[in-house]
């Protein structure tokens, strides 16, 4: 794989990860304001600058006041969104979900969601999201990839021609939306009955 014309050997500096398993990437033994911070301090920012963007992430994902708490005095939905305010506040030129609004309620996974597409219109972040919500790739992407079953491969990348400005109501009332909404369930249908027979 290759990132800028150069060979990718390890972990990029350049990118960012928010997994699944939210808890084992947060270390219970320090404050919520210090697992966000890591990432900076490694990269060496300025101690002012990293409070100050510690803080804004904090507050654009809901954890303002929670700064101070230790993880595990948080519910699983406010931990993993503190490994969201992490990778916001490190401004990576990539960053890598796997499935991170699987363990949020409905209304937290729309208010991140419409987050994401904030961060991504004012920092130009590149994001590849892994969901196994159809309506959720279709809302959050540019283009959506499907995916075979093991052996893994890209079975098909839909380009998503809907509005930059997105809303939750309005973007997914669209017509546009629920063609493309269908065509991409419809090739998951196909690609699992296909393998089913085989």
Not at 25 to 43: C, G
Not at 141 to 163: F, G, H, K, M, Y
Request: proline letters at 6%; glycine letters at 4%; a neutral charge.
């Amino acid at each position: 794989m290759f990132f800028r014309g150069r060979r990718i050997e390890g972990p990029p500096p350049e990118f960012a990860v928010v997994f699944q398993d939210y808890a084992r990437s947060l270390l219970p033994w320090v404050t919520v304001a210090r697992n966000v911070e890591l990432p900076l301090m490694k990269k060496g920012s300025d101690p002012a600058e990293r409070r100050e963007r510690v803080a804004r992430a904090l507050a654009e994902v809901g954890l303002g006041d929670a700064a101070e708490k230790k993880p595990f005095q948080l519910s699983g939905g406010m931990q993993q969104r503190v490994a969201i305010a992490r990778a916001i506040a490190y401004r990576p030129a990539v960053l890598i979900m796997d499935e991170p609004f699987a363990s949020v309620d409905a209304q937290t996974r729309a208010d991140l969601e419409d987050l994401l597409l904030r961060v991504r219109e004012e920092t130009g972040t590149t994001i590849v999201f892994v969901t196994h919500d159809v309506d959720e790739s279709v809302y959050l992407s540019n283009r959506v990839a499907t995916v075979t079953r093991s052996p893994s491969r890209i079975a098909e990348i839909v380009d998503i021609d809907l509005p930059d400005q997105r809303d939750q109501i309005t973007t997914k009332s669209l017509p546009r939306f629920a063609e493309l909404r269908a065509h991409v369930f419809g090739r998951i249908r196909d690609m699992v009955r296909d393998a089913d027979a085989a």
